[in-house]
């Protein structure tokens, strides 16, 4: 009789995020191949679809389209809103930047995440930690490329601000699965709210899409339905410190993708901070199962 293997919390929250990291890099590809749109049109269609499966999901749960507790209510809210401009900064860079330049300048969210979770959620933070935060941060330079001669500076330091951006609403999303809310529910108030605040620029402002830019955009939608559900599951299952390295994957599918879809090669600064900042990440990640793993028998 075959015994049943049981993943732990830590082993569901890497498969959860090298997958969520797999759907976003294909997210970023689709809303690039929609080409000259807006970015709020862009993210409404992305958070539309992603809105329609969640609901579904509680529908068929039967779950309560209703927070599990009113205490949630702020959490909710401060991911849906951090969430949203996270996702038209980063928006806003695919559509100016290579994609893979986008994607790690995103990748910045993971050391936010540490950075909000020890301010917000009191998580201790160690020296080698802000050390490895602190690379980061140099490392992003590399891509920044902060000079004035540099006509990428802007969508750099927009792509820059929607990692921080996404680094708080998965803090919050780190603590609303402490507090047992379900993924399917972050992500329908999330989904909804991004949407009811974008649709009047919709309204306004709407660009006619041929069937091309309409299918990419439904395409980036289920990508990042994908890439959505994996993310919250994955910070409900184990805190950021320990799986947050792994989401560094979508750089590498996102640079396969930008090459062969769009022949882009990203120079040499770029590649130098990919480096610094992976360094970064890889570093906390050995340190934190290695040698921080004795304080804590």
């Known amino acids: 009789m075959t015994e049943k293997i049981t993943l732990s919390p830590k082993i569901k929250g890497i498969v959860c995020i090298v997958f969520s990291a797999f759907c976003f890099a294909f997210m970023n590809s689709f809303v690039r191949l929609a080409g000259d749109l807006p970015s709020i049109q862009k993210s409404f269609f992305r958070n539309f679809i992603a809105l329609i499966f969640a609901l579904i999901i509680l529908l068929r749960s039967h779950t309560k389209i209703i927070p599990q507790d009113i205490k949630n209510l702020p959490l909710l809210i401060t991911r849906a809103l951090c969430g949203t401009v996270g996702i038209l900064c980063n928006f806003y860079a695919i559509d100016r930047l290579d994609i893979s330049d986008a994607s790690m300048l995103n990748k910045m969210s993971p050391f936010f995440v540490i950075i909000f979770s020890y301010i917000f959620l009191k998580e201790k933070v160690n020296i080698w930690q802000g050390i490895g935060v602190i690379t980061a941060f140099i490392g992003s330079l590399f891509i920044i490329k902060p000079t004035f001669t540099n006509m990428e500076l802007i969508p750099s330091i927009v792509g820059f601000m929607g990692g ?126 290695h040698i921080a793993k004795p304080e804590k028998e």
């Open 164 to 289: 921080m951006g996404a680094g708080a609403a998965y803090t919050a999303v780190r603590r609303l699965g402490q507090r047992g809310e379900k993924s399917a529910y972050i992500i329908f108030f999330f989904s909804a709210f991004s949407c009811v605040v974008t649709l009047p620029f919709l309204i306004f402002d709407f660009h006619p899409m041929d069937i091309w830019q309409l299918l990419s955009l439904l395409g980036a939608g289920l990508a990042a339905t994908g890439g959505q559900f994996g993310i919250t599951s994955a910070y409900r299952y184990a805190p950021g410190k320990e799986i947050s390295v792994y989401d560094y994957s979508q750089v590498i599918f996102a640079a396969l993708l930008g090459f062969f879809l769009f022949g882009q090669i990203p120079d040499g600064y770029s590649i130098t901070g990919y480096i610094i900042i992976c360094i970064a990440a890889v570093g906390m990640f050995i340190y934190n199962n």
